[in-house]
């Protein structure tokens, strides 16, 4: 459930991705591009874009270390997999009663 979830969510986050990086910057570059056409004060406007680039700069590296941690258990967990394939097969074949039925 755990592996599905972190699957899930590395799908989420692909997707907000792609959306920031196609429109949400790209409405940002238009709005600092267009300043003299805007009535937003600038100053402030930009002031609120660093504390959001900030922030989300640290959402990122939290982010970053929850995927990599991730990463190595999912890694880690498919390794055991690997190496029980055939185990209950082989502890079946030494003494049928070390494996318990379901």
């Not at 592996?3 to 986050?13: Q, V």
């Not at 074949?93 to 379901?102: I, M, N």
């Amino acid at each position: 459930m755990a592996a599905k979830e972190y699957f899930d969510y590395e799908d989420f986050i692909f997707n907000e991705d792609q959306w920031m990086m196609e429109v949400a910057f790209p409405l940002f570059d238009e709005i600092s591009n267009r300043y003299g056409e805007c009535s937003v004060d600038l100053v402030s406007f930009d002031c609120d874009l660093n504390d959001l680039e900030t922030v989300l700069a640290f959402v990122k590296k939290e982010e970053g270390c929850y995927l990599a941690d991730m990463d190595n258990l999912v890694g880690a967990f498919s390794a055991v997999n690997y190496e029980l394939d055939g185990f209950e097969e082989q502890v079946s074949g030494f003494d049928e009663s070390l494996v318990q039925k379901s």
